[in-house]
């Protein structure tokens, strides 16, 4: 991650850091979505169009924090225009990760200091309960450091995403909730019950999900996974995790080589995030895509004969 740093637009300058909200904020309403998930299927039985609604809302927020806060605001692994830029900035916010910059600086400290004593999320220095959830209530990363991330702090359009994105976050709410009251989710889903299911249970849900990645994909003792790159961390890639993050769990192969627009190297790892960059790459929304494999990579994987691979032409 020092090389990419180094080779970014306005890297020496500083911005300090951005004040978003206080610790105790970030408490509050991480149980409240905990609790309101809990609560969800309790207060509002599943019926199919509320688990469909559920499954559309999930999926638009793990695409928001692996495809654009991960591979885009935290590695660059493609290009967009400055609006787009803005768009995607607004759509990952409705994730309840705090705004882009700020997951991207911790990101790009966490691959600075992976395993090391300064890494929040490492389970090897603090443990999985730490890593999993313990540091985010933890002070010293309630703020974002913007000198992290210099080649987005640039844009004022996205310091303010990054300032508001609890705001942008209660307008996703209130529109998941206004669009049920006109009857646009079918004619037995009410505004409450959207609001549960299209936003309380989904975004709990993709909190924990990605969280699982900083824990159980650092921890290589449990099983279910699998190491394809004898990296120096701890990372491990999961199969079943992968699945649910949209790719995230494919955590040893980036931390291989986590400039990658994939995370699935192999053709039998399944990167749902990936497909969709692609595709909206072939629709012209987004542009230099990152998705070839370097040789060394290729070779160290032995990934050679699988159809997944892609060389770097060069």
């Known amino acids: 991650m020092s090389a990419l740093q180094d080779s970014l637009p306005h890297a020496r300058t500083r911005y300090g850091k951005q004040v978003t909200e206080s610790i105790q904020q970030t408490r509050v309403r991480y149980v409240v979505l905990c609790v309101a998930a809990i609560a969800t299927p309790f207060i509002y039985p599943p019926t199919w169009p509320l688990v469909l609604l559920a499954l559309a809302s999930y999926a638009i927020r793990m695409f928001g924090v692996e495809g654009i806060y991960h591979r885009y605001f935290s590695h660059r692994a493609f290009r967009c225009s400055r609006p787009v830029q803005f768009i995607l900035a607004v759509i990952a916010s409705q994730c309840g990760q705090h705004g882009p910059l700020w997951w991207a600086s911790?990101?790009?400290?966490?691959?600075?200091?992976?395993?090391?004593?300064?890494?929040?999320?490492?389970?090897?220095?603090?443990?999985?309960?730490?890593?999993?959830?313990?540091?985010?209530?933890?002070?010293?990363?309630?703020d974002t450091d913007l000198d992290r991330v210099p080649d987005f702090a640039r844009y004022p359009e996205i310091l303010w995403v990054n300032k508001h994105y609890t705001l942008l976050m209660l307008a996703g709410a209130a529109l998941i909730w206004g669009l049920a009251e006109t009857g646009a989710f079918g004619s037995s889903v009410t505004g409450g019950a959207a609001l549960m299911w299209g936003f309380f249970l989904p975004t709990a849900l993709g909190v924990q999900t990605v969280s699982l990645v900083n824990s159980v994909g650092h921890f290589r003792f449990l099983p279910g996974g699998y190491r394809r790159f004898d990296t120096d961390d701890d990372s491990v890639n999961r199969p079943l995790l992968a699945l649910f993050t949209f790719g995230g769990g494919w955590h040893n192969n980036h931390h291989r080589y986590g400039a990658s627009a994939r995370a699935g190297f192999a053709w039998y790892e399944i990167d749902i995030t990936y497909y969709i960059l692609r595709l909206l790459a072939a629709l012209g929304i987004i542009h230099d895509l990152r998705d070839r494999l370097p040789d060394d990579v290729i070779e160290e994987g032995r990934l050679g004969g699988m159809l997944g691979a892609r060389r770097i032409g060069r």
């Open 106 to 142: 911790v990101h790009r400290h966490h691959h600075q200091n992976v395993e090391r004593p300064d890494d929040p999320i490492s389970p090897r220095q603090h443990g999985l309960f730490h890593s999993h959830v313990g540091w985010v209530w933890c002070e010293r990363y309630k």
